[in-house]
């Protein structure tokens, strides 16, 4: 990448400062308790109250879905997946609902609003938050979904986890990607710069932060482990993972 686009992209997260979280767009009198189950249509689920704008980033962009699919069908949309557990997707779903019906924000943007206007693409990208739920709190660790870089299948492969540690003191991230190997591997860096940016306004440290991926998104992590952010257009001194839990399967 040219050192001007370095110097743009530069230039771009340093005007990301304050941080600016997306809120849900719901009212206080629409407060109810969240309920999903396996017949519950996935558009519904996207439209919830505490979900707008953000619900469609839930499940995969890459193809459109049907009125009638509800989370039994999910298996559909996640191609090269297996053990696909209704009951897994509805425990992060509700984890997720309750936390933004409690007042927490659970997804922040990773672009500016003038880098998605020039490149729409980039609206469907952001960092999903799990917080800690431990009383000491560990380090922040980002997670990458696997995906074939042909879609980014989050429901299964890194909301899970990253519920999973942020019940085990780690502040978790789950990172909503462009497909493309490339395309991902800059979302993911400047995912890294985002979190370093705001560590105060977040509430976490990147001390010792660790990457985690399954398939597409275990390679991510390994290649922004080798590389860095500086070969994927964002600051060259961002700290290197001080760990780094990657597995590789399927097809990519």
Avoid at 98 to 125: H, L, N, V, W
Avoid at 153 to 179: E, K, N, Q, T, V
Wanted: aromatic fraction near 12%; charge should be positive.
């Amino acid at each position: 990448m040219s050192m001007l686009m370095r110097q743009m992209n530069a230039r771009a997260i340093n005007e990301t400062s304050p941080v600016k979280p997306v809120r849900p767009a719901v009212k206080m009198r629409q407060v109810r308790k969240a309920l999903f189950t396996g017949s519950t249509p996935l558009r519904e689920v996207i439209h919830a109250p505490y979900f707008k704008p953000f619900g469609r980033l839930l499940f995969p962009t890459t193809w459109p879905i049907p009125r009638q699919a509800t989370l039994s069908d999910l298996r559909a949309f996640l191609p090269w997946y297996s053990e696909i557990r209704t009951k897994t997707s509805i425990e992060v779903l509700t984890a997720l609902y309750g936390d933004a019906k409690s007042g927490e924000t659970i997804f922040y943007p990773i672009y500016t609003e003038a880098e998605q206007a020039e490149m729409p693409a980039k609206r469907d990208t952001g960092l999903f938050f799990f917080r800690s739920r431990a009383p000491k709190r560990h380090r922040t660790a980002v997670c990458s979904a696997g995906g074939g870089f042909v879609y980014v299948g989050a429901i299964h492969d890194s909301f899970p986890h990253a519920l999973a540690l942020s019940r085990r003191g780690y502040d978790a991230f789950a990172l909503i990607y462009r497909p493309g190997a490339k395309t991902a591997c800059e979302d993911l860096a400047r995912a890294l710069a985002f979190l370093f940016a705001h560590e105060q306004e977040l509430g976490i440290s990147m001390e010792g932060y660790s990457l985690w991926g399954g398939s597409a998104g275990a390679r991510m992590s390994a290649w922004l482990s080798d590389y860095g952010t500086g070969a994927f257009g964002e600051r060259a001194r961002l700290a290197a993972p001080g760990g780094r839990r990657a597995a590789v399967h399927g097809p990519q």
